[in-house]
């Protein structure tokens, strides 16, 4: 057993994301509570220009920007691609981080609660999602198509971890039950790290639901990218409730129900997020996968 | 009896307040809407640029650059406040807009419904108010101290309307909802100033509940601006409710309760509002008024 030997708690990856912002401010001040014994805590606030500026980002996405290749491409010099080479040399600088772990912290206005975004599917991070699954029964475990491949998000830095998706929370905005319960969240993953680095083992579940994407759907949209629908209010906050075909999505504003086309039942997520709108994702389709752990 | 002869509706003051953009793109698509017979109609995106860039306002809050003497201030040359004069100028020309009713559409991440903002204290605003808390009975009427004088609000320019203010809602989404209700609470608006002007007498009420802005209450801070508490839990998403001497105000990171320190019961609103971060104004505190009709 090799014992996790760092861990970064991360926050601001996108400015206007508060909860985890003020999580890791909260840290810098008391770093107590996130030290343990049997490895070395850290934080970063990792967009503090967009912080200051209330935005997701200066100009573009810092969450995009952690591809290899557009880490080692010098004529990437937006302050984002910038700021991801300075982080990903920081967060790499001693021996440690060959073993670390890296919480990215975010919120999300869709009505997600609290969501655990897996990133590699190595059988620590399905062992430590299990052991949340059971402390908090309600949480969801989501993974996107791209996040074992070559990943351009900046928890993909270390092999260990997740990000933390909490909402609904408008951007820009605090909210101290959803702080709480992500304050929480960490404690319970730093608690099982220290547990595991001390060789005990916990009781956990023999599989895992996880979530996974299988597709994006862009809101209907006219030839200059105006909307032409809404989200359909039976849709609306159901996140990782079944979408059946022939159930309604979206509804146009002049008052026209469209349908899921699909023909399987899929569970949609990122309902709605204001940030995808850009992105041209009005949802997330996913698929309810059991999967079995060793 | 002065018929109303010019109905302005405008969308899009903040540019990230999707719900009123949107209706004005309906509006605009399917202009018969809002067209009545007695009066002209016209709407209007107050901000487009800033609606383009995703955020609220480009280089300073347009719903803050109508006073008079800044419209008249030729050294003021910001987006906005050139967009101001714009505005200012395009609304008041012809003769109509002597007799002019402007409704600007808003949202906030605050809990509070669907609020009517008053702008002037002038016997037909409070008519047209009392009408729709006949046919809404949970419509809530607010009012800034700011109102009644040299007012910096766009509202302001014709001598009739209101705001309408619609939350919970993220900033940059469209929540399907709260457009249909906004939308529906238009047409009364028109429907009203249409039977006004015919001469027709609506059975109202005789006194008109007014949540009367008297201080607004910013966020405990440190010296740098930064938040040292949030909004607390007994407080969170309770606006219009009454907060007695005594009442939890605010939780800070370390989880000590700060109370409301007035003397008399109040009824907060605007609670946690995003944009009001910077504006130093975590929730606005009024007094419950039974405003008398004539």
Redesign the interface.
Known sequence: MNPITRVAVVGGTHGNELTGI?LV??FE??PHLIRRSSFESLTLLANPKAYEL??RYVENDLNRCFRQQDLEDPHLRSYEALQAKKIYRDLTTGKTWERGLLIDLHST?ANMGITIILNRQHPFNLHLAAHLAVVYPDLKFYRWDQDDHDSPFLRSIYPFGCAIEVG??????????L?QQTEALIYTILDYIEAYNRGQLFPTKETLTVYQCVQTIDYPRDETG??QA????QL?SKDYEPLHPGDPMF?T??GETIVYAGETVCYPVFI?E??Y??KGIAMSLTQKEELALD
């Open positions: 003020y401010k909260k001040q008391l209330r935005r206005t609904p929370i408008a951007q820009g905005v605090l909210n101290v039950t702080f105006t909307l809404m989200i359909h209010p609306q509804l504003f002049e709605n204001a940030a709108y850009e």
